[in-house]
């Protein structure tokens, strides 16, 4: 009983904490919605209610922490990709430096070739998807 009271009492202040203004609810806040639901819809008894609120709120609380990893994953890789598009923009300066102005244009053709065989910056696929051709060091993968 007291476990319940102090249960509820945790949830209730969580869930009063939260601002809105387009922030995610906080765990507690998605399980105990989840978890009235569940009592409205199913008839639950107080003890049901009370069990089914400690299990949102875990898996609630796991499904928190896999989307703050998934989000330091992502702007892990975003930096790793801006890091490379900085170290490519270095390398293109230094050949133009040493390039004539005609194998300059040449270069620069050469680029949009290989931009366009990929599917453009972006990874795009301007050729509806059709990206068969094969790598270099033989045949596909």
Do not use: H, Y
Not at 36 to 56: F, G, P, Y
Request: charged share 35%; proline share 2%; aromatic share 2%.
């Amino acid at each position: 009983m007291i476990l319940t009271l102090s249960l509820m009492g945790f949830i209730s202040m969580g869930a009063m904490a939260q601002q809105r203004g387009g922030e995610r609810p906080s765990p507690e806040e998605r399980a105990t919605r989840m978890t009235e639901r569940m009592a409205e819809k199913l008839s639950l008894s107080v003890d049901q209610k009370m069990q089914i609120l400690v299990i949102n709120l875990e898996n609630a609380k796991n499904q928190e922490t896999k989307q703050l990893e998934r989000t330091q994953q992502s702007d892990a890789r975003k930096a790793v990709m801006e890091t490379r598009k900085e170290e490519l923009r270095a390398q293109d300066e230094k050949i133009k430096a040493v390039l004539t102005e005609a194998q300059l244009v040449k270069w620069e053709e050469v680029k949009e070739d290989i931009r366009d065989r990929r599917g453009g910056p972006g990874g795009d696929s301007s050729n509806g998807g059709d990206n068969s051709r094969k790598r270099r060091g033989g045949g596909n993968r």
